[in-house]
């Protein structure tokens, strides 16, 4: 089993790339930049890639998903309510102050239910809207859950998505650091099991 989760872009979105060395096989999960690094990475590893699955529609989960297909071959995977998000793409961009990254719709849909995956490590999609109206969790059952990876909520350095937050108060900048993203607001669940408050839903 090869598990890496990585920190990429501004926001630092944690990227996971999840594989299976014997079978030569991965998938990874939330690309949202520095794509020649985790290309270069699943070449270095030996794995051919199957799926690019993508947590919610926003810039800094899925701002890199376009350019990982065009690189492997492999299908974008994402819930179809996050349509939406893509047709922001230009505000989401102008908003962090970087590109407007190149998207397209996903190949296809994490349906609620739909299991997806290699064969080796395959998750149930979880339909959790909230965070976006697109947004899933993917349940990997025991014992290759990736939820131990430590939630990405969890310690200040860690990566909290743009839209959680207030923007007249809040910035990319000072988001990671934010104490009230983790008090006060309604309890969501987001991407690999990470766990953390919205204080627009309070
Ligand atoms: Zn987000």
Known sequence: ????????????????????????????IDPGEEIGRIHRRLQALGLRLK???????????????????????????????????????DKQAAWLGVATPETAPPDESLTDGRTVGIESYQAKVLHTPGHTQGSVCLHFAPPTCPAAIPPRFSTPSTHVCWPCLTPQTSSPATARQQPSLTSGGATRTCGLAAVYSDPQSA
Request: contains cysteine; glycine residues 10%.
């Open 1 to 28: 089993m090869i598990l890496e989760t990585f920190p990429v872009g501004p926001l630092q979105c944690n990227c996971t790339i999840l594989g299976d060395e014997a079978a030569g096989e991965a998938i990874v």
């Open 51 to 89: 799926q690019i699955l993508i947590t919610h529609g926003h810039i800094d989960h899925v701002g890199g998903a376009l350019r990982l297909r065009q690189l492997t071959g492999a299908p974008v995977l994402m819930n179809e309510a996050d349509l939406e998000q893509l047709d922001l793409m």
